[in-house]
Each structure stands twice: as C-alpha cells, then as structure tokens.
C-alpha cells in the first residue's frame, strides 16, 4: 500500500473514532434515560388509582376518605396521559388523617390531611397497603413494621428503622399534584 494511502486510511479511522468518542456521552445519556412510564413522580403529576374500578383514572381529595382506608397510586404525566407504572417503586399510598394531628413538617407536604408515602417498605421492599386505625399507623404485613402517617411516614415498630419516602403533594382545583420528587430514599436499602 502506497504511504499515502496509509495516512488517508489512519485519517479516516481517526475522524470516524473521535465522532464515535464524541457521541458516547450522548449515546450514554439517552441510555440512562427511562421511559416516561418507569420516571419517578414528578413535579406537577397527578395521581392515578393503582387498581379497582377507577383505575387509571385522575384521584381527587374528595376520594381519599378521613381515616382510611388508604388509596393506592400512580403517578400519572398529566400532558401525555401515561401512568408511571412500569416501576414498582412509583408505587405511592394515600391516606387522609385529621390535619391538625400532622407534625408540622408533614403539614407542609400535605394538603387538607392527604398524606402520600412510598408503598415500598424501607425494610425489605414489600407492598405497604394497610392502615391500622386502632394503631393509628401504616403498616408492613410482610415483617410488622409500622410507620407513622402523621409524622413524616417514620419507622414506629421495626424491623424497619427507616421512614417512608414522602410525597409532597398540591392540589389543582381537587385534582391532586406531585409538588415535588420523593423527598427520601425509595424503598429498602441495598445491600
């Protein structure tokens, strides 16, 4: 091969690997990208019902009943219309409690008494479904820990030692809003 050829080749070689190098942090963003459907909650969501017969359908405060049962959630993009569900850790519970009762930092993460929480378990990542209104807790039928609603969703009674990640919640003529991200650590702790 003519000595010309060869430094043409190497050129080419050298242009197409510095397009190849200068595209892989791109390349590597978009592949870190999730789908809409497997996103966290994020800032001004609504809330969809998890099951029954309104799922999917947009939860306003007046379906949140004083005093449980809880409701479970998803939450929902509200300009495409796509529920957040393809990850379990969207998972959110609802639960209306008297709102004078609220600490005052779960005051400002609620809205007329709706609380919202991760239903993912800080313990070992079970489903958290329940509400003890004798107990007055939320609890993990897996283990029996229980987490108290009214002050920032902490461990009351392990195995569990840490809160529940809150949702602070908005509310837009009824309809309820994510006002921000999950505001602590979603589900139990890897190992």
Same mark, same amino acid.
């Given at each position: 091969?003519?000595?010309?050829?060869?430094?043409?080749?190497?050129?080419?070689?050298?242009?197409?690997?510095?397009?190849?190098?200068?595209?892989?942090?791109?390349?590597?963003?978009?592949?870190?990208?999730?789908?809409?459907?497997?996103?966290?909650?994020?800032?001004?969501?609504?809330?969809?019902?998890?099951?029954?017969?309104?799922?999917?359908?947009?939860?306003?405060?007046?379906?949140?009943?004083?005093?449980?049962?809880?409701?479970?959630?998803?939450?929902?993009?509200?300009?495409?219309?796509?529920?957040?569900?393809?990850?379990?850790?969207? /998972?959110?519970?609802?639960?209306?409690?008297?709102? +004078?009762?609220?600490?005052?930092?779960?005051?400002?993460? #609620? &809205? !007329? %008494?709706?609380?919202?929480?991760?239903?993912?378990?800080?313990?070992?990542?079970?489903?958290?479904?329940?509400?003890?209104?004798?107990? /007055?807790?939320?609890?993990?039928?897996?283990?029996? +820990?229980?987490?108290?609603?009214?002050?920032?969703?902490? #461990? &009351? !009674? %392990?195995?569990?030692?840490?809160?529940?990640?809150?949702?602070?919640?908005?509310?837009?003529?009824?309809?309820?809003?994510?006002?921000?991200?999950?505001?602590?650590?979603?589900?139990?702790?890897?190992?």
């Amino acid at each position: 091969m003519s000595n010309n050829k060869t430094i043409r080749r190497d050129f080419l070689k050298g242009v197409v690997g510095a397009g190849v190098i200068a595209s892989a942090p791109q390349v590597a963003l978009a592949a870190k990208e999730k789908p809409p459907e497997k996103m966290r909650p994020q800032e001004g969501d609504f809330l969809a019902f998890q099951k029954g017969d309104k799922k999917g359908e947009i939860i306003r405060e007046e379906h949140v009943p004083m005093g449980g049962p809880v409701v479970m959630a998803f939450p929902m993009d509200p300009a495409t219309g796509i529920i957040r569900k393809k990850s379990r850790l969207n /998972q959110v519970l609802l639960l209306r409690v008297e709102p +004078s009762s609220l600490s005052e930092k779960t005051q400002v993460n #609620a &809205i !007329n %008494g709706i609380v919202a929480y991760s239903s993912v378990c800080s313990h070992q990542g079970c489903v958290i479904n329940t509400w003890n209104d004798e107990q /007055q807790r939320i609890m993990c039928m897996c283990h029996g +820990s229980g987490f108290d609603a009214r002050n920032e969703g902490k #461990a &009351i !009674n %392990g195995p569990a030692i840490r809160r529940l990640a809150g949702l602070p919640l908005g509310s837009d003529d009824g309809v309820l809003v994510v006002r921000e991200k999950f505001n602590g650590r979603v589900g139990a702790k890897k190992k």
